[in-house]
């Protein structure tokens, strides 16, 4: 069993700048893939980061150049640094994370960021 926990979320302006964290609740990124998705208001949720077990990294494509995925893995924490945010950027981020030798996924509780002046 793993938990995930979000944290880091808030109002911004355009332009601005979060860093979202999700800790696991135990060692678990040697053996996971893990996940940044979104959900913004009348959408259906989309996959915004990707990192492998082996570090390979894939972006939506219009966060591309602007969002940043990276883990500490000795504190078992992934980041989202999130630049240059946009309005179309407003949703709530969820942290996803799935073990290469499971079938069963893991959902943080997601962390609302609004980008609004």
């Known amino acids: 069993q793993v938990q995930l926990v979000e944290s880091g979320g808030g109002l911004v302006q355009p332009g601005g700048s979060l860093r979202l964290s999700c800790a696991a609740s135990?060692?678990?990124?040697?053996?996971?893939?893990m996940a940044w998705y979104r959900q913004g208001p009348g959408k259906e949720r989309e996959v915004v980061a990707v990192m492998t077990r082996g570090g390979t990294i894939n972006y939506l494509d219009s966060v591309k150049g602007r969002f940043t995925i990276s883990r500490d893995m000795a504190k078992n924490i992934i980041y989202l640094q999130m630049n240059s945010l946009k309005p179309e950027d407003t949703a709530v981020y969820y942290c996803?994370?799935?073990?290469?030798?499971?079938?069963?996924?893991?959902w943080g509780q997601g962390t609302q960021v609004t980008v609004s002046s």
């Open positions: 996803y994370g799935k073990s290469v030798y499971e079938t069963r996924e893991y």
């Open positions: 135990r060692g678990a990124f040697g053996d996971f893939n």
